[in-house]
């Protein structure tokens, strides 16, 4: 996907909409983060919260190949041990239109799927990710959180003394959101900083990422 090289001083924007529009906004130039503030719908986060209270380990990864437009993911054997719970059905077919929609936005034939139960921040330091662009959403527990451009300087990315203790934003449980990486042509130097909150103790997260691999 082409994206014109934007002149040195020119800074990111991040944009958030409370319709599945708003994830659109992630195809202009200058826009480095999209959320879509989407409230999920009760029986949804009903089951990812009866899920965590299981206290069961989930962590699954899918390569998802899509050969044709409009083809239907192949969710098969995705978090099967959670079937008998309520709400399985629907959570899946959430799973099922987010990687459709994904797919449809960007023109992925081929993407990477990783559903996580998480008790700790698995990227705990303010990082940038070396993709074209990234889909997280949290159906339960904190989401992550991130940085407008200039709130730190990307020189110390990594290091735990140049973090900002201010301004530091976070997604909220249910957001849908859009981070383009370092590797979206145009926007080297400028992938979103963002980092994995830590749950308060003996809390967990219930997490979904889509990576365009191609």
């Known amino acids: 996907m082409s994206a014109l090289q934007l002149p040195g001083n020119q800074t990111r924007q991040q944009h958030q909409g409370p319709t599945p529009q708003a994830l659109t906004r992630i195809l202009e130039d200058e826009v480095n983060l999209a959320v879509w503030q989407r409230q999920l ?3 949804i986060s009903e089951f990812a919260d009866v899920l965590l209270s ?4 989930l962590a699954q990864s899918l390569c998802l190949e899509l050969p044709e ?3 239907e993911p192949d969710l098969t054997g995705l978090a099967t041990e959670f079937r008998d719970v309520q709400g399985y059905e629907g959570f899946m077919a959430d799973l099922q239109w987010l990687v459709s929609a994904f797919a449809c936005l960007l023109g992925a034939r081929r993407i990477g799927l990783r559903l996580r139960v998480l008790d700790k921040a698995m990227c705990p330091r303010f990082h940038v990710d070396h993709v074209p662009v990234r889909l997280i959403t949290t159906y339960a527990g904190v989401g992550s959180q991130w940085l407008a451009e200039g709130a ?11 973090e900002p203790q201010a301004d530091v934003k976070q997604l909220s449980s249910g957001d849908v959101a859009l981070l383009k990486g370092e590797k979206w042509h145009g926007n080297e130097g400028f992938g979103l900083i963002h980092r994995s909150p830590q749950p308060p103790a003996g809390a967990r997260r219930l997490m979904l990422t889509l990576d365009w691999l191609g």
């Open 41 to 43: 719908p009760l029986h």
């Open 54 to 57: 299981l206290n069961q380990p």
């Open 69 to 71: 437009e409009d083809a």
């Open 152 to 162: 730190m300087d990307r020189r110390q990315l990594g290091q735990a003394n140049a």
